[in-house]
């Protein structure tokens, strides 16, 4: 992030905090179309991610003071909108405690992967079920531990690593079948 975006978007924050609604819109315009892309890698349908978003930038309004100023807006909003779009799918029931096997290495040939167009990706880890996208989602793309998922999701630590490797399984099985 360049330093002109990240002033660009403190000083609509600030603008925010002292009541300016306008600034909140402009926020909103910037960041909507990234967040959505966020919400929907967590979710199975375009009205799922809608709803997920417009909860998000409610908790994002509602808790801008909370804001440090010493990092990415962005990334702070990315992380409300993962978090809301995780207890959507707890709330659903569709994120659940499973097997704690202790499983090998996957042998995962990247080759497999170099031919997929990001949108295409995309669409495989949406078909993944519910448990095993978010670990994809918070482990390989948000950069969490397995430690902070089972954390996040209410489930072990070993349950983690067992969702991303089943996932990581998954997507190869999908990818290998589309050639």
């Known amino acids: 992030m360049t330093a002109d975006k990240r002033d660009t978007e403190w000083k609509l924050v600030e603008q925010c905090l002292h009541g300016d609604q306008s600034a909140f819109e402009l926020l ?3 960041l909507s179309p990234k967040m959505y892309s966020v919400s929907l890698r967590y979710t199975h349908n375009d009205h799922d ?5 417009q909860e998000a930038f409610i908790r994002i309004y509602k808790n801008l003071g909370q804001f440090k100023f010493n990092g990415s807006f962005e990334g ?5 909108v993962s978090n809301t779009a995780i207890e ?9 405690e499973s097997s704690t096997e202790v499983l090998p290495d996957l ?6 992967f170099e031919k997929l167009k990001y949108e295409d990706l995309m669409k495989l880890v949406r078909s ?8 994809f989602n918070l482990y390989v793309i948000d950069g969490y531990s397995h430690k902070e998922i089972g954390e996040m999701l209410g489930v072990t630590e070993s349950t983690s690593k067992t969702q991303l490797y ?14």
């Open 28 to 30: 909103y315009k910037m």
């Open 49 to 53: 991610a809608q709803d997920v978003l």
């Open 76 to 80: 702070w909003c990315r992380r409300i």
């Open 88 to 96: 959507a799918l707890r709330k659903k029931g569709r994120i659940k």
């Open 107 to 112: 042998p995962v040939d990247p080759k497999s």
């Open 128 to 135: 993944l079920p519910d448990g095993y996208r978010s670990v």
């Open 166 to 179: 089943k996932a990581r399984l998954a997507l190869q099985k999908k990818v290998l079948n589309l050639g």
